[in-house]
Protein backbone atom coordinates (compact mmCIF):
# COMPACT_ATOMS: atom_id res chain seq x y z
CA UNK A 1 0.00 0.00 0.00
CA UNK A 2 1.76 2.92 -1.04
CA UNK A 3 -1.23 5.46 -0.08
CA UNK A 4 -2.23 8.30 2.02
CA UNK A 5 -4.31 6.94 5.10
CA UNK A 6 -5.75 9.38 7.11
CA UNK A 7 -6.54 8.49 10.58
CA UNK A 8 -8.53 9.95 12.78
CA UNK A 9 -8.14 9.98 16.55
CA UNK A 10 -4.53 8.31 15.84
CA UNK A 11 -3.63 10.06 19.32
CA UNK A 12 -5.91 7.86 21.43
CA UNK A 13 -5.39 4.26 22.80
CA UNK A 14 -5.93 2.46 19.43
CA UNK A 15 -5.33 4.49 16.87
CA UNK A 16 -1.78 5.06 18.12
CA UNK A 17 -1.38 1.28 18.28
CA UNK A 18 -2.74 1.20 14.70
CA UNK A 19 -0.66 3.43 13.32
CA UNK A 20 2.80 2.54 15.10
CA UNK A 21 1.15 -1.60 13.81
CA UNK A 22 1.23 -0.40 10.30
CA UNK A 23 4.72 1.64 10.13
CA UNK A 24 6.71 -1.43 12.32
CA UNK A 25 4.54 -4.29 10.96
CA UNK A 26 3.06 -4.67 7.48
CA UNK A 27 5.37 -3.14 4.52
CA UNK A 28 3.18 -0.01 3.94
CA UNK A 29 5.11 2.30 2.11
CA UNK A 30 2.32 4.88 1.91
CA UNK A 31 2.26 8.23 4.35
CA UNK A 32 -0.17 8.44 7.08
CA UNK A 33 -2.27 11.69 8.42
CA UNK A 34 -3.17 11.60 12.40
CA UNK A 35 -6.09 14.02 12.63
CA UNK A 36 -6.72 14.09 16.01
CA UNK A 37 -8.28 16.84 18.49
CA UNK A 38 -6.29 15.98 21.36
CA UNK A 39 -9.02 15.44 23.97
CA UNK A 40 -8.47 14.65 27.10
CA UNK A 41 -7.85 10.91 26.09
CA UNK A 42 -5.27 11.67 23.41
CA UNK A 43 -2.02 12.45 23.48
CA UNK A 44 0.32 13.03 20.47
CA UNK A 45 3.71 11.95 22.48
CA UNK A 46 1.70 8.68 22.26
CA UNK A 47 3.04 8.51 18.91
CA UNK A 48 6.79 11.12 19.67
CA UNK A 49 8.71 8.10 18.15
CA UNK A 50 7.03 7.76 14.93
CA UNK A 51 6.76 11.28 14.34
CA UNK A 52 10.95 11.21 14.81
CA UNK A 53 11.23 8.55 12.52
CA UNK A 54 8.56 8.94 9.73
CA UNK A 55 7.74 12.82 10.04
CA UNK A 56 6.63 14.94 7.94
CA UNK A 57 7.41 12.74 4.78
CA UNK A 58 5.44 9.61 5.81
CA UNK A 59 3.68 10.82 9.02
CA UNK A 60 1.84 14.23 9.55
CA UNK A 61 0.03 15.26 12.84
CA UNK A 62 -2.71 17.57 12.42
CA UNK A 63 -4.46 18.76 15.45
CA UNK A 64 -8.21 19.14 14.46
CA UNK A 65 -12.02 17.95 14.74
CA UNK A 66 -13.33 15.62 12.96
CA UNK A 67 -16.78 17.79 12.93
CA UNK A 68 -15.09 20.47 11.19
CA UNK A 69 -15.87 19.77 7.33
CA UNK A 70 -13.72 22.81 6.11
CA UNK A 71 -10.77 21.65 8.00
CA UNK A 72 -10.93 17.77 7.33
CA UNK A 73 -11.66 18.77 3.49
CA UNK A 74 -8.89 20.75 3.48
CA UNK A 75 -6.30 17.41 4.50
CA UNK A 76 -8.05 15.00 2.17
CA UNK A 77 -7.63 17.86 -0.62
CA UNK A 78 -4.18 18.68 0.66
CA UNK A 79 -2.81 15.33 1.42
CA UNK A 80 -4.62 13.39 -1.40
CA UNK A 81 -6.02 11.18 0.79
CA UNK A 82 -7.72 8.26 -0.18
CA UNK A 83 -8.10 5.91 2.78
CA UNK A 84 -9.65 6.84 6.02
CA UNK A 85 -10.15 5.02 9.59
CA UNK A 86 -12.48 6.51 11.83
CA UNK A 87 -11.04 5.96 15.31
CA UNK A 88 -12.09 9.35 16.22
CA UNK A 89 -14.66 9.00 19.49
CA UNK A 90 -15.59 10.01 22.59
CA UNK A 91 -15.37 6.80 24.29
CA UNK A 92 -16.06 6.25 28.07
CA UNK A 93 -19.12 4.95 28.75
CA UNK A 94 -19.35 6.54 32.44
CA UNK A 95 -18.38 9.86 31.10
CA UNK A 96 -21.38 9.37 28.39
CA UNK A 97 -23.89 9.08 31.37
CA UNK A 98 -22.79 11.87 33.14
CA UNK A 99 -22.37 14.42 29.95
CA UNK A 100 -23.71 13.14 26.71
CA UNK A 101 -23.68 15.76 24.59
CA UNK A 102 -20.23 15.15 23.16
CA UNK A 103 -20.62 11.47 22.67
CA UNK A 104 -23.91 13.63 20.63
CA UNK A 105 -21.78 15.72 18.68
CA UNK A 106 -18.32 13.75 18.08
CA UNK A 107 -19.62 9.89 17.57
CA UNK A 108 -22.59 11.06 15.44
CA UNK A 109 -22.05 14.41 13.53
CA UNK A 110 -18.32 13.67 13.37
CA UNK A 111 -18.64 10.75 11.68
CA UNK A 112 -21.29 12.37 9.28
CA UNK A 113 -18.97 14.89 8.29
CA UNK A 114 -16.19 12.64 7.41
CA UNK A 115 -18.25 10.56 5.84
CA UNK A 116 -19.60 13.62 3.75
CA UNK A 117 -16.25 14.48 2.84
CA UNK A 118 -14.95 11.32 1.79
CA UNK A 119 -17.81 11.21 -0.87
CA UNK A 120 -17.19 14.97 -1.69
CA UNK A 121 -13.62 14.11 -2.88
CA UNK A 122 -14.22 10.47 -3.87
CA UNK A 123 -16.78 10.87 -6.63
CA UNK A 124 -16.80 7.85 -8.95
CA UNK A 125 -13.49 6.36 -7.53
CA UNK A 126 -12.46 2.72 -6.86
CA UNK A 127 -9.64 2.63 -5.45
CA UNK A 128 -10.50 4.12 -1.88
CA UNK A 129 -12.00 2.85 1.27
CA UNK A 130 -13.67 4.47 4.44
CA UNK A 131 -13.10 2.02 7.49
CA UNK A 132 -15.33 3.00 10.75
CA UNK A 133 -13.98 1.30 13.86
CA UNK A 134 -16.99 0.65 16.35
CA UNK A 135 -17.81 -1.34 19.22
CA UNK A 136 -19.59 -4.86 20.50
CA UNK A 137 -21.25 -2.62 22.43
CA UNK A 138 -24.11 -1.85 19.67
CA UNK A 139 -25.60 -5.26 20.30
CA UNK A 140 -26.83 -4.33 24.06
CA UNK A 141 -26.05 -6.68 26.64
CA UNK A 142 -26.64 -10.75 26.50
CA UNK A 143 -27.81 -13.31 28.81
CA UNK A 144 -26.13 -16.02 30.14
CA UNK A 145 -25.80 -17.76 26.75
CA UNK A 146 -25.58 -16.68 22.91
CA UNK A 147 -22.89 -14.45 21.09
CA UNK A 148 -22.93 -11.66 18.88
CA UNK A 149 -23.33 -11.87 15.05
CA UNK A 150 -22.79 -9.12 12.46
CA UNK A 151 -26.64 -9.64 11.71
CA UNK A 152 -27.56 -9.46 15.79
CA UNK A 153 -29.99 -6.41 15.42
CA UNK A 154 -28.89 -3.38 17.15
CA UNK A 155 -30.08 -2.95 20.86
CA UNK A 156 -27.19 0.11 22.49
CA UNK A 157 -28.23 0.95 26.18
CA UNK A 158 -25.60 4.24 26.98
CA UNK A 159 -25.37 7.03 25.42
CA UNK A 160 -21.86 6.28 24.13
CA UNK A 161 -22.98 2.67 22.22
CA UNK A 162 -26.15 4.45 21.00
CA UNK A 163 -24.13 7.32 19.36
CA UNK A 164 -22.17 4.53 18.11
CA UNK A 165 -24.71 2.47 16.72
CA UNK A 166 -26.07 5.95 14.27
CA UNK A 167 -22.49 6.05 12.97
CA UNK A 168 -22.42 2.73 12.19
CA UNK A 169 -25.86 2.97 10.76
CA UNK A 170 -24.94 5.88 8.71
CA UNK A 171 -21.57 4.61 7.12
CA UNK A 172 -23.79 1.78 6.39
CA UNK A 173 -26.31 4.09 4.21
CA UNK A 174 -23.44 5.69 2.74
CA UNK A 175 -22.58 2.59 1.29
CA UNK A 176 -25.60 1.49 0.32
CA UNK A 177 -27.11 5.44 -0.78
CA UNK A 178 -23.98 6.48 -2.43
CA UNK A 179 -21.69 3.41 -3.10
CA UNK A 180 -19.07 5.08 -1.09
CA UNK A 181 -16.85 2.06 -0.53
CA UNK A 182 -17.44 1.72 3.35
CA UNK A 183 -16.35 -1.54 5.65
CA UNK A 184 -17.22 -1.87 9.22
CA UNK A 185 -15.49 -3.57 12.36
CA UNK A 186 -17.52 -4.33 15.61
CA UNK A 187 -14.69 -5.10 18.22
CA UNK A 188 -14.65 -6.33 21.99
CA UNK A 189 -12.50 -5.11 24.61
CA UNK A 190 -9.61 -4.14 23.88
CA UNK A 191 -6.30 -3.56 26.31
CA UNK A 192 -2.93 -3.09 25.71
CA UNK A 193 -0.26 -0.43 25.77
CA UNK A 194 -1.58 3.44 25.86
CA UNK A 195 -4.92 2.92 27.28
CA UNK A 196 -6.24 5.79 29.52
CA UNK A 197 -6.55 4.78 32.99
CA UNK A 198 -9.86 5.57 33.05
CA UNK A 199 -10.62 2.02 31.50
CA UNK A 200 -10.77 -0.59 34.11
CA UNK A 201 -7.15 -2.86 33.45
CA UNK A 202 -4.77 0.06 33.10
CA UNK A 203 -6.90 1.54 36.16
CA UNK A 204 -7.18 -1.50 38.38
CA UNK A 205 -3.15 -1.93 37.27
CA UNK A 206 -2.32 1.57 38.38
CA UNK A 207 -4.21 1.07 41.67
CA UNK A 208 -2.83 -1.94 42.37
CA UNK A 209 0.83 -0.54 42.33
CA UNK A 210 0.22 2.26 44.33
CA UNK A 211 -1.61 0.36 46.68
CA UNK A 212 -4.48 2.32 46.24
CA UNK A 213 -8.77 0.61 46.54
CA UNK A 214 -9.59 -0.92 43.05
CA UNK A 215 -13.55 0.17 42.53
CA UNK A 216 -15.21 -2.81 40.94
CA UNK A 217 -18.80 -2.10 39.85
CA UNK A 218 -21.51 -4.24 41.28
CA UNK A 219 -20.86 -7.45 42.32
CA UNK A 220 -17.92 -7.76 39.85
CA UNK A 221 -19.60 -9.98 37.55
CA UNK A 222 -20.09 -8.07 34.68
CA UNK A 223 -18.85 -10.17 31.79
CA UNK A 224 -17.02 -8.64 28.45
CA UNK A 225 -14.78 -10.26 25.78
CA UNK A 226 -10.81 -9.54 26.11
CA UNK A 227 -8.72 -8.79 23.06
CA UNK A 228 -5.06 -7.51 22.68
CA UNK A 229 -4.72 -4.21 20.85
CA UNK A 230 -2.20 -5.96 18.83
CA UNK A 231 -4.91 -8.59 17.58
CA UNK A 232 -7.37 -5.62 16.83
CA UNK A 233 -4.77 -3.48 14.92
CA UNK A 234 -4.24 -6.47 12.13
CA UNK A 235 -8.10 -7.35 11.77
CA UNK A 236 -8.34 -3.77 11.01
CA UNK A 237 -5.13 -4.02 8.46
CA UNK A 238 -6.68 -7.39 7.25
CA UNK A 239 -10.43 -5.52 6.51
CA UNK A 240 -8.57 -2.51 4.79
CA UNK A 241 -6.52 -5.29 2.56
CA UNK A 242 -8.83 -7.66 1.77
CA UNK A 243 -12.57 -6.40 3.70
CA UNK A 244 -15.40 -6.47 1.07
CA UNK A 245 -16.97 -3.28 0.86
CA UNK A 246 -20.73 -2.66 2.21
CA UNK A 247 -19.89 -5.31 4.92
CA UNK A 248 -19.51 -5.39 8.34
CA UNK A 249 -16.89 -8.01 10.51
CA UNK A 250 -16.84 -8.78 14.05
CA UNK A 251 -13.65 -8.86 16.16
CA UNK A 252 -13.27 -10.75 19.12
CA UNK A 253 -10.93 -12.22 21.70
CA UNK A 254 -12.83 -15.44 22.41
CA UNK A 255 -11.90 -14.60 25.58
CA UNK A 256 -14.73 -14.06 27.77
CA UNK A 257 -13.94 -12.67 31.55
CA UNK A 258 -16.38 -11.24 34.37
CA UNK A 259 -14.60 -8.91 36.21
CA UNK A 260 -12.97 -10.49 38.79
CA UNK A 261 -11.62 -12.77 36.63
CA UNK A 262 -10.08 -10.26 34.81
CA UNK A 263 -8.48 -8.60 37.83
CA UNK A 264 -7.49 -11.95 39.29
CA UNK A 265 -5.51 -12.50 35.96
CA UNK A 266 -3.81 -8.98 35.87
CA UNK A 267 -2.75 -9.66 39.44
CA UNK A 268 -1.20 -13.01 38.52
CA UNK A 269 0.81 -11.19 35.74
CA UNK A 270 1.59 -8.35 37.69
CA UNK A 271 2.75 -10.96 40.71
CA UNK A 272 5.17 -12.31 38.00
CA UNK A 273 6.93 -8.37 37.44
CA UNK A 274 6.11 -6.68 40.54
CA UNK A 275 5.35 -8.87 43.66
CA UNK A 276 3.35 -7.54 46.23
CA UNK A 277 5.66 -8.58 48.89
CA UNK A 278 8.18 -6.45 47.61
CA UNK A 279 5.63 -3.18 47.13
CA UNK A 280 6.38 -1.24 49.63
CA UNK A 281 3.04 0.99 49.07
CA UNK A 282 0.87 -2.28 49.61
CA UNK A 283 2.03 -2.48 53.24
CA UNK A 284 2.01 -6.39 53.48
CA UNK A 285 -1.18 -6.74 51.84
CA UNK A 286 -1.76 -8.90 47.80
CA UNK A 287 -3.55 -6.88 44.90
CA UNK A 288 -6.41 -8.83 45.19
CA UNK A 289 -7.24 -7.04 48.68
CA UNK A 290 -7.30 -3.60 46.93
CA UNK A 291 -10.25 -4.61 45.37
CA UNK A 292 -13.31 -2.36 46.86
CA UNK A 293 -17.07 -2.94 45.42
CA UNK A 294 -19.19 0.71 44.48
CA UNK A 295 -22.49 0.89 43.21
CA UNK A 296 -23.17 -0.02 40.37
CA UNK A 297 -23.05 2.15 37.13
CA UNK A 298 -26.81 2.81 35.27
CA UNK A 299 -27.57 0.82 32.85
CA UNK A 300 -24.57 -1.45 33.02
CA UNK A 301 -24.73 -4.35 30.43
CA UNK A 302 -24.41 -7.89 32.11
CA UNK A 303 -22.89 -9.50 29.40
CA UNK A 304 -20.70 -9.22 26.01
CA UNK A 305 -19.55 -12.03 23.75
CA UNK A 306 -18.86 -11.81 20.23
CA UNK A 307 -18.73 -14.32 17.34
CA UNK A 308 -15.65 -13.78 15.01
CA UNK A 309 -16.69 -16.42 12.81
CA UNK A 310 -16.91 -14.30 9.90
CA UNK A 311 -13.26 -12.37 9.90
CA UNK A 312 -11.69 -16.06 10.29
CA UNK A 313 -13.35 -17.78 7.74
CA UNK A 314 -12.80 -14.94 4.98
CA UNK A 315 -10.14 -13.01 6.18
CA UNK A 316 -8.46 -15.50 7.86
CA UNK A 317 -7.90 -13.57 10.68
CA UNK A 318 -7.32 -15.11 14.36
CA UNK A 319 -6.32 -13.64 17.21
CA UNK A 320 -2.28 -14.22 18.53
CA UNK A 321 -1.84 -13.09 21.91
CA UNK A 322 -3.41 -15.46 24.27
CA UNK A 323 -5.02 -13.42 27.52
CA UNK A 324 -1.96 -14.00 30.25
CA UNK A 325 0.75 -13.34 27.54
CA UNK A 326 -1.06 -9.81 26.43
CA UNK A 327 -1.69 -8.60 30.33
CA UNK A 328 2.15 -9.48 30.85
CA UNK A 329 2.99 -7.05 27.95
CA UNK A 330 0.24 -4.62 28.87
CA UNK A 331 1.85 -5.00 32.89
CA UNK A 332 5.48 -3.92 31.69
CA UNK A 333 4.85 -1.18 29.67
CA UNK A 334 3.09 0.18 32.17
CA UNK A 335 5.46 -0.59 34.85
CA UNK A 336 7.82 1.32 32.46
CA UNK A 337 5.62 4.24 31.28
CA UNK A 338 2.98 4.38 34.35
CA UNK A 339 4.66 7.47 36.21
CA UNK A 340 4.57 9.67 32.83
CA UNK A 341 0.94 8.68 32.08
CA UNK A 342 0.12 9.61 35.82
CA UNK A 343 2.25 13.10 35.19
CA UNK A 344 -0.32 13.62 32.14
CA UNK A 345 -3.32 12.05 32.77
CA UNK A 346 -3.82 11.64 36.47
CA UNK A 347 -5.08 14.95 37.36
CA UNK A 348 -7.45 15.71 35.53
CA UNK A 349 -8.96 11.89 35.94
CA UNK A 350 -8.57 11.64 39.65
CA UNK A 351 -10.97 15.13 40.10
CA UNK A 352 -13.39 13.70 37.84
CA UNK A 353 -13.17 10.54 39.54
CA UNK A 354 -14.25 12.31 42.58
CA UNK A 355 -16.88 14.58 40.97
CA UNK A 356 -18.79 11.58 39.78
CA UNK A 357 -18.69 9.61 42.75
CA UNK A 358 -16.13 6.47 41.66
CA UNK A 359 -13.71 7.67 43.72
CA UNK A 360 -14.74 9.01 47.55
N1 LIG B 1 -11.22 0.72 23.71
C1 LIG B 1 -11.97 -0.32 23.38
O1 LIG B 1 -12.01 -1.33 24.08
C2 LIG B 1 -12.79 -0.28 22.10
C3 LIG B 1 -13.44 -1.44 21.70
C4 LIG B 1 -14.15 -1.42 20.49
C5 LIG B 1 -14.22 -0.27 19.73
N2 LIG B 1 -13.59 0.86 20.18
C6 LIG B 1 -13.65 2.05 19.32
O2 LIG B 1 -12.33 2.31 18.87
C7 LIG B 1 -12.14 3.72 18.71
C8 LIG B 1 -10.93 4.18 19.49
O3 LIG B 1 -11.12 3.86 20.88
P1 LIG B 1 -9.99 4.17 21.95
O4 LIG B 1 -10.22 3.26 23.09
O5 LIG B 1 -8.68 4.22 21.30
O6 LIG B 1 -10.41 5.65 22.37
P2 LIG B 1 -9.59 6.79 23.12
O7 LIG B 1 -10.60 7.49 23.97
O8 LIG B 1 -8.35 6.26 23.75
O9 LIG B 1 -9.13 7.75 21.93
C9 LIG B 1 -10.02 8.54 21.20
C10 LIG B 1 -9.20 9.54 20.39
O10 LIG B 1 -10.11 10.31 19.60
C11 LIG B 1 -9.75 11.69 19.70
N3 LIG B 1 -10.96 12.51 19.48
C12 LIG B 1 -12.05 12.60 20.28
N4 LIG B 1 -12.94 13.46 19.75
C13 LIG B 1 -12.41 13.89 18.58
C14 LIG B 1 -12.85 14.77 17.56
N5 LIG B 1 -14.04 15.40 17.65
N6 LIG B 1 -12.06 14.99 16.48
C15 LIG B 1 -10.85 14.38 16.37
N7 LIG B 1 -10.37 13.54 17.31
C16 LIG B 1 -11.13 13.29 18.39
C17 LIG B 1 -9.19 11.83 21.10
O11 LIG B 1 -8.38 12.99 21.24
C18 LIG B 1 -8.42 10.52 21.25
O12 LIG B 1 -7.11 10.67 20.75
C19 LIG B 1 -13.44 4.38 19.14
O13 LIG B 1 -14.20 4.65 18.00
C20 LIG B 1 -14.12 3.32 20.00
O14 LIG B 1 -15.53 3.45 19.95
C21 LIG B 1 -12.88 0.89 21.33
Known amino acids: ?12 FIGSNFIRFVFEKTGFKGRIVNFDKLTYAGLRGNLSDIERRFGPKRYVFIKGDICNFKKVNAVIRKYD ?36 CARANWKNRKDVRFHHISTDEV ?30 HLARAYFHTYGLPVTISNCSNNY ?3 QHPEKLIPLALLKAVDGEPIPVYGDGGNTRDWLFVEDHCRAIWVILRRGRPGETYNVGGNCEKRNLETLRALFRALEKLKPSVKNQMLKGCRYEEL ?13 YAIDSGKIKREL ?23 SRLKKTVAASYRAWLKKNYILR
Not at 88 to 106: L, N
Not at 322 to 334: D, K, M, R
Open 1 to 12: MTKTMLVTGGAG
Open 81 to 116: VSVIVNFAAETHVDRSIHGPREFIETNITGAFNLLE
Open 139 to 168: FGSLGKTGRFMETTPYDPRSPYSAAKASSD
Open 192 to 194: GPY
Open 291 to 303: ITFVKDRAGHDRR
Open 316 to 338: GWKPRFGFSEGLEATVAWYLAHG
